[in-house]
């Protein structure tokens, strides 16, 4: 078997030296990527450049990306090169992008590096969602993806994650963050939550649902 997972935080440039990130460290998808290869699991893990959890030696194949175009050029170039039975999307990729600097005067300003002495209004554009384009690139696989929320409660998640099923086409979403509570859930097509108090235990649910589909 080979899976592939994304991990960590993506930027965006708002000039050549300032940019939009979070506070992603990379550490679930890198456990997640640990449990699979120490289960015979052959893994590409790709790990965004601002992670703070950095494996030395990891037993599976790393490769590095930094904003989301980046990672979607990483990820078509592996598929055109591996036949992957699962892919987990586990990036948290930003959301916003910077269109256009305005200084107090309405001038939209160059983004060599803007001064430090005005104020400045900032636009920002949804980035485009890539797990939706995730399932043209690997049609045949196995496809989670993620959904964190901070506010809400449980059905604000579950909702949130039908909706990212639907749009995507993906098979599964792990829910979590503060609006799901302790531990993880993980989505299915058919609107069933699975729970799993571990990184551990949502591998061992997709071992099983990898082997099932082979």
Request: glycine residues 8%; hydrophobic residues 35%.
């Amino acid at each position: 078997m080979k899976v592939l997972i994304t991990c960590g935080p993506s930027f965006e440039p708002i000039d050549e030296v300032r940019r939009i990130t979070n506070f992603s460290t990379g550490r679930l998808g890198i456990q997640l990527s640990s449990f699979f290869s120490l289960s015979g699991v052959e893994v590409i893990c790709v790990l965004g450049s601002l992670s703070t959890v950095r494996p030395q030696n990891p037993p599976f194949k790393l490769y590095s990306f930094d904003t989301n175009e980046g990672l979607w050029n990483t990820v078509k170039g592996l598929a055109q090169e591996h036949s992957f039975q699962a892919v987990f999307h586990a990036a948290a990729l930003c959301d916003f992008q910077v269109k256009e600097i305005v200084d107090q005067e309405g001038k939209e300003t160059v983004k060599a590096k803007i001064a430090t002495d005005r104020e400045y209004w900032m636009r920002l554009v949804p980035a485009r969602k890539l797990l939706e384009n995730f399932r043209e690139v690997f049609p045949k696989a196995l496809l989670t993806g993620w959904k964190y929320e901070v506010s809400g409660n449980y059905e604000t998640v579950y909702k949130k994650g039908k909706q990212q099923i639907e749009r995507s086409g993906s098979d599964y979403c792990v829910l979590n963050g503060p609006a799901y509570g302790q531990g993880y859930g993980i989505l299915n097509k058919q609107g069933e939550v699975f729970h799993a108090n571990s990184v551990e235990d949502i591998g061992a649910f997709f071992i099983d649902k990898i082997v099932a589909s082979s």
